[in-house]
């Protein structure tokens, strides 16, 4: 069974560049959650998303940040014109979804160390 | 809001030694509770987690918790290290609303093993 996927693990850009990030859930799972790890720091909750669909952003950045989990394909976290204190490692995790309040466990890949030059 | 405070960013403890690991939680309810490791360069696998029924948890590699409610504690235990056990460990939080799963996390101890 395939994990979470995560590409580029390694990305590197100028300051004003664009970073597109790329995650592939665990096949079947339908709720995909980005986490940002700065240096020396936990993980921060950025967004959550159903397929088409963004349930929670509460945790993304004003401006310049983005995501999407499109009906096909992988989803996006895309942060343009970056800075140097965008560089961090990003972590994307997927989930089933079930009701009435039971937990499903996330799964984390491997994160997208970006640094910015 | 929810909050989740690890005492200790940094624990050494000799091979062989139990390890002890603190966790303290803030939050308005009983939350779900979780323990996550972390090697360089890697994501994050989960050790354990409480989501109900008996508080003492066991999880993979020897690591077992209790959640305390009356202290609001989720610390994390091993009666003795090995080598392989170092790492950096995150405790996380999440409420128990149904479509509300974000994890809120501590922010981490590395664990270090004295031969």
């Known amino acids: 069974n395939a994990g979470v996927m995560q590409n580029p693990r390694h990305l590197v850009r100028r300051r004003g560049q664009e970073a597109r990030l790329r995650c592939s859930p665990v096949?079947?799972?339908?709720?995909v959650y980005w986490y940002r790890q700065l240096p020396e720091e936990g993980l921060k909750f950025m967004v959550y998303?159903?397929?088409?669909?963004?349930?929670?952003e509460s945790g993304m950045p004003k401006e310049r940040f983005s995501a999407e989990f499109p009906k096909e394909g992988p989803s996006i976290l895309r942060i343009q014109q970056v800075v140097r204190g965008d560089s961090a490692a990003y972590f994307c995790?997927?989930?089933?979804?079930?009701?009435?309040?039971?937990?499903?466990?996330?799964?984390f890949g491997p994160g997208t160390r970006l640094t910015v030059l | 809001a929810q909050s989740v405070t690890q005492l200790g960013s940094h624990v050494s403890v000799s091979e062989g030694a139990l390890v002890l690991l603190r966790c303290n939680y803030s939050?308005?309810?009983?939350?779900?509770l979780f323990w996550y490791v972390q090697y360089p360069n890697q994501g994050l696998q989960l050790l354990l987690k409480?989501?109900?029924?008996?508080?003492l948890v066991k999880g993979i590699n020897g690591f077992e918790a209790e959640f305390k409610k009356s202290e609001t504690s989720f610390h994390l235990t091993k009666p003795s290290a090995h080598m392989s056990d170092a790492a950096e460990y995150f405790c996380?939080?999440?409420?128990?609303?149904?479509?509300?799963?974000?994890?809120?996390f501590g922010q981490g101890t590395r664990l270090t093993i004295n031969p």
């Open positions: 995790a997927s989930s089933p979804w079930a009701s009435g309040g039971y937990y499903n466990e996330q799964f």
């Open positions: 096949k079947g799972h339908s709720h």
């Open positions: 998303l159903q397929k088409e669909n963004i349930i929670d």
């Open positions: 939050s308005s309810v009983p939350p779900y």
């Open positions: 409480y989501t109900t029924g008996a508080t």
């Open positions: 996380a939080v999440s409420d128990r609303s149904e479509g509300a799963q974000k994890l809120v």
